[in-house]
């Protein structure tokens, strides 16, 4: 499936933005889907995961209440609502493509869980 994120920007902290990710090619609802992020000088990181079918969700714990992951299959689509965002959210974010679903952060770390990339869209959080 491919993938391309979109949405990003610069917000003033305290702030929100929603990220979107689109998906062609292959069935979009068949995939479990996350996002990441990376900041500068730092690993990329997991932010949060969202089933297939859209009726679970995961996040780690630097994002546990202030994001919200959904997606929409009809529109081949996947979201990301960040609210209350902080300057420690500064980041490039990436949406991918997952092969399973874990309710465990470390399971995120393994290369083998992700089926495909999109490209990042920079957010940036700054006054």
């Known amino acids: 499936v491919q993938l391309q994120a979109s949405g990003g920007g610069l917000v003033q902290p305290g702030g929100s933005l929603r990220l979107s990710c689109a998906a062609s090619?292959?069935?979009?609802?068949?995939?479990?889907m996350g996002w990441f992020r990376q900041a500068p000088g730092k690993e990329r990181e997991f932010v949060g995961a969202i089933n297939w079918s859209g009726t679970a969700t995961y996040y780690a714990d630097s994002v546990k209440g202030r994001f919200t992951i959904s997606r929409d299959n009809a529109k081949n689509t996947l979201y990301l609502q960040m609210n209350s965002l902080e300057p420690e959210d500064t980041a490039v974010y990436y949406c991918?493509?997952?092969?399973?679903?874990?309710?465990?952060?470390?399971?995120?770390?393994?290369?083998?869980?992700?089926?495909?990339w999109g490209q990042g869209t920079q957010v940036t959080v700054s006054s």
């Open positions: 991918a493509a997952l092969i399973k679903y874990y309710t465990d952060t470390a399971y995120y770390t393994t290369p083998s869980v992700i089926d495909s």
């Open positions: 090619g292959r069935t979009f609802s068949s995939y479990h």
